[in-house]
T-cell receptor, first 113, second 115 residues
Framework: GAVVSQHPSWVICKSGTSVKIECRSLDFQATTMFWYRQFPKQSLMLMAT?????????EQGVEKDKFLINHASLTLSTLTVTSAHPEDSSFYICSARVPYEQYFGPGTRLTVT | AQSVTQLDSQVPVFEEAPVELRCNYSSSVSVYLFWYVQYPNQGLQLLLK??????LVKGINGFEAEFNKSQTSFHLRKPSVHISDTAEYFC?????????????FGQGTELSVKP
């Protein structure tokens, strides 16, 4: 089946630094990828839609200058959390879209100290 | 706009008992419906999906769900649960115009299977 990977699986960074998270579709191409954020014991909140070769579409309330998304190829999308703060600590999950379905990555746990 | 309501935040059940996780949706257009499972600190795995056709959908791990358009429901069932089914379950909806693109998730139901 289709596999989506994320790297790193967990990361700890200091407040004020930037962190990049990679999302890769390993055995298929995806023109569209999605980025979600999940707080403990809560549902997934869609942050943005990442389209290969074009600018990402952000959901209302998501700061596009803070969460930079780049979809450089049909198998790779990156999320960069800039000037991270403790409130950015969360579980970030990506997914890759195929017709009528999304395949999800294993998630990245970000802790900002 | 679409929305999804999972009626139970937690469902405790004993091993080998049947279980039903309830999901209701709201949408002004026709939709696709999904159930995902999430184990601790992991991503989401698709259990089953309804796109069209038969309203009874069978998925992996012995789960099934029934689409009821008149009641706008898509409840998930399993006749006999195992300890390994302990996880968080999410119901999700996507509108047909979007070709299964953007997903709207329910709040999640924590299934806890006890021996």
């Amino acid at each position: 089946g289709a596999v989506v990977s994320q790297h790193p699986s967990w990361v700890i960074c200091k407040s004020g630094t930037s962190v990049k998270i990679e999302c890769r579709s390993l055995d298929f191409q995806a023109t569209t990828m999605f980025w979600y954020r999940q707080f403990p014991k809560q549902s997934l909140m869609l942050m943005a839609t990442s389209n290969e070769g074009s600018k990402a579409t952000y959901e209302q309330g998501v700061e596009k200058d803070k969460f930079l998304i780049n979809h450089a190829s049909l198998t790779l999308s990156t999320l960069t959390v800039t000037s991270a703060h403790p409130e950015d600590s969360s579980f970030y999950i990506c997914s890759a879209r195929v017709p009528y379905e999304q395949y999800f990555g294993p998630g990245t746990r970000l802790t900002v100290t | 706009a679409q929305s999804v309501t999972q009626l139970d935040s937690q469902v405790p059940v004993f091993e080998e008992a049947p279980v039903e996780l309830r999901c209701n949706y709201s949408s002004s257009v026709s939709v696709y419906l999904f159930w995902y499972v999430q184990y601790p600190n992991q991503g989401l795995q698709l259990l089953l999906k309804y796109l069209s056709g038969s309203t009874l959908v069978k998925g992996i791990n012995g789960f099934e769900a029934e689409f009821n358009k008149s009641q706008t429901s898509f409840h998930l069932r399993k006749p006999s649960v195992h300890i390994s089914d302990t996880a968080e379950y999410f119901c999700a909806v996507s509108d047909l115009d979007n070709q299964g693109g953007k997903l709207i998730f329910g709040q999640g139901t924590e299934l806890s299977v006890k021996p």
